[in-house]
């Protein structure tokens, strides 16, 4: 597919916290992907046509075999996750801010947003197998006309969340 002018661009960092508030992981600001439903939900939301914006977002396990070479890279034509965990988190439960160009929180919008989710102890929970949830992969999902559309998609070397840790997740869309 064409694309014209600047690209859409999007950002990641997880911050995984133990019970204590000590930090076992950061990594950091990444990229992530963008993919084509994105374009779709942006071309929607211009000719009015009922869309919602951001409604929530999914987290999976991915698949054990990305452990044992390099994490996949996303694919840009995807429209959901390999192994999503049910429940997702609603946008209710998501804090969303305009930044500045500087990446200051502001009041008016901008073409920057920053969303952060906050995976409080016990979300998701440990797979019965296992003492921890095994997350590789997450995505932001739109909704329009009714149907779930992915923004963005992003896959990680395995974080494994006990259900005693925080994990704090921030994503920022520039526009």
Known sequence: MEHIGNHLKGIYRDIL????????HDSGW??????????????GFMRNEPTDGIHHLAFGQGLASWDSGATPAPDPAATGLVTPYNPPIGAAGLTMTYLDE????????????????ILAPGYPAPLASLTTYPLREFGLFGRFNGADYMINSIR?????KDASATLIRMIRLFF
């Open 17 to 24: 916290h133990t019970a204590n508030g000590s930090v076992l």
């Open 156 to 160: 990680h070397a395995v974080i494994h």
């Open 102 to 117: 500087d990446n200051n929180e502001v009041a008016a919008p901008t073409s920057r947003l920053q969303i952060k989710a």
């Open 30 to 43: 990444v990229s992530n992907t963008i993919v084509e439903r994105c374009r779709i939900l942006l071309a």
